[in-house]
Nanobody, 115 residues
């Protein structure tokens, strides 16, 4: 059974950094496309970053150059390093994996960027 659990969220000041991690059970994280999504207040859920089984990464336009996604098979984690955070990055961040035909989500973790 696939389970995803996020950790590492919290409150950070603008310009600060935060690292969120997704612990996966039931899968090898480097065998699938893993992704981070987020949903801000009164906004639709959007893709933040993804990493394929081959290591190719993709980022949303608003986070390019600031966020970095990485997958660690031995640790069974997918991490999102977030630098130079802005108030508009405030959202609930979700870990995601799609194993056809199913799609799995973590419970989400709050990241708040505020002075």
């Amino acid at each position: 059974q696939v389970q995803l659990m996020e950790s590492g969220g919290g409150l950070v000041q603008p310009g600060g950094s935060l690292r969120v991690s997704c612990a996966a059970s039931g899968i090898f994280v480097t065998r699938y496309r893993m992704a981070w999504y987020r949903q801000g207040p009164e906004k639709q859920r959007e893709l933040v970053a993804s990493i394929t089984s081959g290591g190719a990464t993709n980022y949303g336009d608003s986070v390019k150059g600031r966020f970095t996604i990485s997958a660690h098979n031995a640790l069974k984690t997918v991490d999102l390093q977030m630098n130079n955070l802005k108030p508009e990055d405030t959202a609930v961040y979700y870990c995601n994996v799609r194993i056809h035909p199913e799609q799995y989500w973590g419970q989400g973790i709050q990241v708040t960027v505020s002075a």
